[in-house]
């Protein structure tokens, strides 16, 4: 895939963590992963302006190696409700250059990879793990034929073994990971 230099101005952290965060646009039409050690953003309602270069992830996803990562401003981004099926929605890659974002298997709609989304559905499965490990990730189906893997981030509640077979409101960032199946 292609690689190319981007400077983003008037962005909005949606989640932060050590080394790495999303930004978003105020109007949630992009978002994407920005990797750089030790930037000092927030989620907290912080605005940045990102320089770096675009690449991919072994994952498939578009991320911003960062040169350079500075709070710039302030903004809120809202999290967009999808209904499962729609996660991760359907791929933008020009064939030519390579420049945009590959979908999910079987993803449809619009790609929203990198956005602040919110899912709901019945937890149909939690992560099986040994006393004292704490499961990292659940999955919830909605009924609309697609089960989300959701995944806790450094610092995310513990997952409740307990949550299997109830309803659940999940808000995260979309995000994708190559499976057994693609």
Known sequence: PAEYKIQMKKKIVSAAWTDSLYVEDLNRNAGIRVEKTAHGLTGDNQ??????????????????????????GTGTVTPLGLPGRSIGGGGFVDPATGIGQQGVAG????????????????????????????????????????????????????????????????????????????
Do not use: F
């Open 47 to 72: 605005g940045a302006t990102i320089i770096g270069t675009v690449q991919t992830n072994a994952d498939g996803e578009r991320y911003v190696q960062a040169t350079s990562a500075d709070a710039a």
């Open 107 to 182: 993803g449809s709609g619009l790609n929203n990879i990198g956005l602040l989304v919110r899912v709901w559905g019945r937890v149909v499965e939690i992560e099986s793990v040994s006393i004292p490990g704490q499961p990292l990730w659940l999955k919830i189906d909605d009924g609309s034929g697609r089960q989300i893997k959701c995944v806790a981030i450094d610092g995310s509640p513990v997952i409740d073994p307990a949550w299997q077979d109830k309803y659940a409101l999940i808000t995260g960032i979309s995000s994708c990971e190559i499976g057994g199946s693609g």
